[in-house]
């Protein structure tokens, strides 16, 4: 079983972590193996993503402990990180947006930091989202095997840009996972068409986990935390606009007749 696991974040870390910590529990209950977490699920709006970043070590073992705890893989969502991948610290002061992906022992098996940033108008009350003035953007597309499939790492945005979930593929990925926290606005018009979308032309289950209503005064966000199979089909969804599991089985061997009946990778033509 995997989940995707809705949530309402709001600026409180220990809020959050307490939130999470029952999510967690009702998923390992369900028989979940790998629970996949919202983008900013352990902090969503002031004190802001350098503060936050301060604390990443003491978040870092507060999964791992619950990975112990709750025998589970996370894919943690974001997290914002003031070292690049390498080690180093980001000079301009900025941070990134990294997924972390851990496993049952609590032990780090990588890292994506989101490529595409999301500076855009979509005519909310937010008005103007500027993630490049924050969020320094990653370069390396990332995946990793778990003991379900090869995961492929990436975050929110990044669902606009089909070249990457291809680049996934192509590594190998069987499971994409998309932690979010998609606007209200766009979520409505958007994010099932898209999800669907790069479900049936990789092939792949995608695991979409979103944040979920009202972030302060200015920020509602679109939930809708769903499980999506290579055909395209919803497996399981929670539209209610509360935190809550979405949790699935995934047949692999499924997956693997569809890409032989319709071998959409080795009929590619172009490449882009
Ligand atoms: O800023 C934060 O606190 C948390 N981060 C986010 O909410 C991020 C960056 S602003 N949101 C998205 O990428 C939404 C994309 C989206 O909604 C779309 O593509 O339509």
């Given at each position: 079983?995997?989940?995707?696991?809705?949530?309402?974040?709001?600026?409180?870390?220990?809020?959050?972590?307490?939130?999470?910590?029952?999510?967690?529990?009702?998923?390992?209950?369900?028989?979940?193996?790998?629970?996949?977490?919202?983008?900013?699920?352990?902090?969503?709006?002031?004190?802001?993503?350098?503060?936050?970043?301060?604390?990443?070590?003491?978040?870092?073992?507060?999964?791992?402990?619950?990975?112990?705890?709750?025998?589970?893989?996370?894919?943690?969502?974001?997290?914002?990180?003031?070292?690049?991948?390498?080690?180093?610290?980001?000079?301009?002061?900025?941070?990134?947006?990294?997924?972390?992906?851990?496993?049952?022992?609590?032990?780090?098996?990588?890292?994506?930091?989101?490529?595409?940033?999301?500076?855009?108008?979509?005519?909310?009350?937010?008005?103007?989202?500027?993630?490049?003035?924050?969020?320094e953007?990653?370069s390396?597309?990332?995946?990793?095997?778990?003991?379900?499939?090869?995961?492929?790492?990436?975050?929110?945005?990044?669902?606009?840009?089909?070249?990457?979930?291809?680049?996934?593929?192509k590594?190998?990925?069987?499971?994409?996972?998309?932690?979010?926290?998609?606007?209200?606005?766009?979520?409505?018009?958007?994010?099932?068409?898209?999800?669907?979308?790069?479900?049936?032309?990789?092939?792949?289950?995608?695991?979409?986990?979103?944040?979920?209503?009202?972030?302060?005064?200015?920020?509602?966000?679109?939930?809708?935390?769903?499980?999506?199979?290579?055909?395209?089909?919803?497996?399981?969804?929670?539209?209610?606009?509360?935190?809550?599991?979405?949790?699935?089985?995934?047949?692999?061997?499924e997956?693997?007749?569809?890409?032989?009946?319709m071998?959409?990778?080795?009929?590619?033509?172009?490449?882009?």
């Amino acid at each position: 079983m995997v989940a995707a696991i809705q949530m309402n974040s709001q600026d409180s870390l220990t809020d959050n972590l307490a939130q999470l910590d029952k999510l967690l529990a009702e998923a390992a209950l369900r028989g979940v193996k790998l629970a996949v977490l919202p983008e900013n699920f352990a902090v969503f709006g002031a004190p802001g993503q350098a503060h936050t970043a301060s604390q990443l070590p003491a978040i870092l073992t507060w999964l791992a402990d619950a990975c112990r705890r709750y025998r589970l893989w996370i894919v943690a969502g974001s997290l914002p990180s003031s070292h690049r991948p390498d080690g180093e610290v980001i000079p301009d002061g900025r941070v990134r947006s990294a997924c972390f992906i851990l496993d049952e022992e609590g032990v780090v098996q990588g890292r994506y930091d989101k490529i595409h940033l999301f500076d855009a108008e979509v005519g909310d009350r937010q008005a103007t989202y500027r993630e490049s003035a924050v969020f320094e953007p990653g370069s390396s597309v990332v995946t990793v095997p778990t003991p379900w499939g090869r995961v492929g790492l990436t975050i929110c945005y990044d669902l606009r840009f089909p070249e990457l979930f291809m680049a996934l593929r192509k590594a190998g990925t069987d499971l994409l996972v998309l932690p979010a926290a998609f606007t209200a606005i766009t979520g409505e018009a958007h994010w099932e068409t898209l999800l669907r979308a790069r479900a049936i032309e990789t092939q792949c289950f995608v695991i979409a986990a979103g944040q979920t209503g009202k972030h302060g005064a200015l920020r509602e966000t679109w939930g809708h935390s769903m499980v999506i199979n290579p055909w395209g089909k919803v497996l399981d969804e929670r539209p209610e606009p509360t935190p809550g599991v979405v949790a699935v089985a995934c047949d692999l061997g499924e997956m693997r007749k569809l890409r032989h009946s319709m071998p959409l990778m080795s009929h590619r033509r172009l490449s882009y």
